[in-house]
Nanobody, 117 residues
Framework: QVQLVEAGGGLVQPGGSLRLSCTASGTSSSSITFMAWYRQAPGKGRDRVASIPSGGHTNYADAVKGRFTISRDNAKNMVYLQMNSLKPEDTAVYYC??????????WGKGTLVTVSS
């Protein structure tokens, strides 16, 4: 069974940095088409933050362009989200999401990022 486990969330001051990681188990990297990060702020819907397809270009939401960087390590079945220059409006639960070649998608349980002084 495919499972995703996120890590790296926490409390950070405005202007600070955090690095999120997500480990996928129960599948091989060659079966994964895309890996992505979403976030859901309190009282709001879940929005895509960044995505990285296999061998393709990365994509970012306008709100995080120039501040966040998504990367993946196929050997470890991991995806990362480096978040710099964090703002209070980045406060949210961040979710890892992957898609497989067979068409199914999976979600992690999320990790909370709080940006506050």
């Amino acid at each position: 069974q495919v499972q995703l486990v996120e890590a790296g969330g926490g409390l950070v001051q405005p202007g600070g940095s955090l690095r999120l990681s997500c480990t996928a188990s129960g599948t091989s990297s060659s079966s994964i088409t895309f890996m992505a990060w979403y976030r859901q702020a309190p009282g709001k819907g879940r929005d895509r933050v960044a995505s990285i397809p296999s061998g393709g270009h990365t994509n970012y939401a306008d709100a995080v362009k120039g501040r966040f960087t998504i990367s993946r390590d196929n050997a470890k079945n991991m995806v990362y989200l480096q978040m710099n220059s964090l703002k209070p409006e980045d406060t949210a639960v961040y979710y890892c999401n992957i898609g497989l070649r067979v068409g199914t998608t999976y979600w992690g349980k999320g990790t909370l990022v709080t940006v506050s002084s």
